[in-house]
């Protein structure tokens, strides 16, 4: 079960750094700047992209030599390695190319910050609560709910990770970006095991529905709703 | 941090520059691959690998778009594609519409069963099904055809459903039984006064779903063998299987491609972002 134990990794490695960059750009975002709808179409932009030709942009950045990924490195100093080519760099490769539509999550906070009265604000800066203790007293708890549901929904989304691979690698090298899906449609349509390959497809199922039973497990733990009686700690 | 009186702190000063330092590269660096694929496209192909690579091309060389264009049959899949997306489109909003009204207007048995079970296909994985579709359109005789990727979406979207339920739901009833008692069929209140009090939601609904079909790959990949039928997607796959180290060819296609979302994205912006919001808010 090498493509599932990849693309489990590579979620665990994608969907917390899509979370951080998107509520970080989000928070940016909501400190009362000019140019807010600017900046929030620019970084929205790459999310509605995706498909086959953002496939091949990316796989042009990563090219070792020519691409801009390696030339932007250079200008630190930094030899960049392969990429696509080498077995060790082409999943955090493809963890840089899903950041680059972090601005769909960011979107989502970004509203989710703004429903948040600010007398709560108020309140905390009257009883003393520096920056720190007001993002992680109000701002996270506030936001905890469409965090949680941004987690579910990149669970999903992330593992069904397909037209990239099938562009850029084809699983390679060495099947080191052999995610999941691909697996499948290689068995099923290439192979033309329809059999196993439904199989896989139950395997599949179940996986994402254990992830999410025990996100939802967990949820008591740290997603806060409004309206709840909140505990003392 | 209060400021009381005059102007605001050196304090905040210098934390706004710093937002504004972080946002302003933050975009950059989010905007440097649309310039990449841009200034690769203009180059002539002995510029592309030049070392170290030029950053703006110092020849622009239009003619790649034309050239690259007539290397497939541009037309001909831009053509296919927008048949698909247009009738998946209407498909969607006007089954899901339907649908959505049913569960939230209408009381019958079950329903509140029935629609658990519609929110509980949401979270199965397309591709779950995927193979047993697949069976069932091979035995309909519907392979290399576009039926399987246009019939799905005439059958409802379980997250557009929910989507304008949702919506539906927060609309007063007494607009609707006025309406009746004035004589108004149930698809009269549902055509004249449901439907034109959900632009906002519709229209998020036909952005996704133009945004989905667009770019979708996985579905005709599998369904479509005929190279006629090929969607841009399938022709895009196909020309980068042909050319695949003429960088600036294949960023010119590609560009091409993604040039109708770009647009519809400028123009829609605000129901862009109020569609997404709609979704993961609340």
Known sequence: MHSLKITVIFSLASIPLNIVFGLVIAMLLNTNIRGLSVFRTIYYLPAILSGVAVAILWQWIFSSDFGLLNTALRIFGIEGPAWLGSKIWVLPAFVIMRLWSVGGGMIIYLAGLQAIPTDLYEAAEIDGANWWQRIFRITLPMLSPTIFFQLITGVIFTMQIFTETFIMTDGGPANASLFYLLYLYRQAFQNFKMGYASALAWVFFIAILLLTVILFATARFWVYYEGESEEDN | ?282
């Open chain 2, 1 to 282: 941090m209060s400021t009381t009186g005059f102007g605001i702190s050196a304090r905040q000063i210098i934390s706004k520059i710093f937002v504004y330092l972080l946002l302003g590269i933050g975009s950059i660096v989010v905007l440097l691959p649309l310039q990449w694929m841009i200034s690769t496209s203009l180059k002539p192909l002995s510029h592309v690998f030049r070392f170290p690579p030029e950053f703006w091309p110092q020849k622009v060389v239009w003619e790649n778009y034309p050239n690259a264009l007539n290397q497939l049959p541009f037309d001909l899949y831009f053509a296919n594609t927008v048949f698909i997306v247009v009738l998946c489109l209407l498909g969607e909003i006007i089954v899901s519409s339907v649908v959505a009204y049913a569960f939230s207007r209408l009381r019958w048995r079950g329903r509140n069963v029935l629609f658990i079970v519609v929110l509980a296909t949401m979270m199965l994985p397309r591709q779950v099904t995927l193979i047993p579709e697949f069976i069932v359109f091979r035995h309909l005789g519907m392979i290399d055809t576009f039926w399987p990727l246009i019939l799905p979406s005439w059958f409802g979207n379980p997250f557009y459903i929910f989507l304008l339920r949702q919506y539906f739901l927060t609309h007063s009833r007494e607009l609707d039984q006025a309406a009746v008692i004035d004589g108004c069929s149930r698809f009269g209140v549902f055509w004249r006064i449901t439907l034109p009090m959900s632009k906002p939601v519709l229209g998020a609904v036909a952005i996704f779903s133009f945004q989905f079909h667009w770019n979708d790959f996985f579905r005709p990949l599998i369904f479509l063998l005929d190279q006629d039928k090929y969607t841009l997607a399938l022709g895009l796959r196909f020309f980068q299987g042909t050319y695949g180290t003429e960088w600036n060819s294949l960023m010119a296609v590609s560009l091409v491609v993604m040039l109708p979302l770009i647009i519809v994205f400028f123009f829609a912006q605000k129901h862009f972002i109020q569609g997404v919001v709609f979704t993961g808010y609340k």
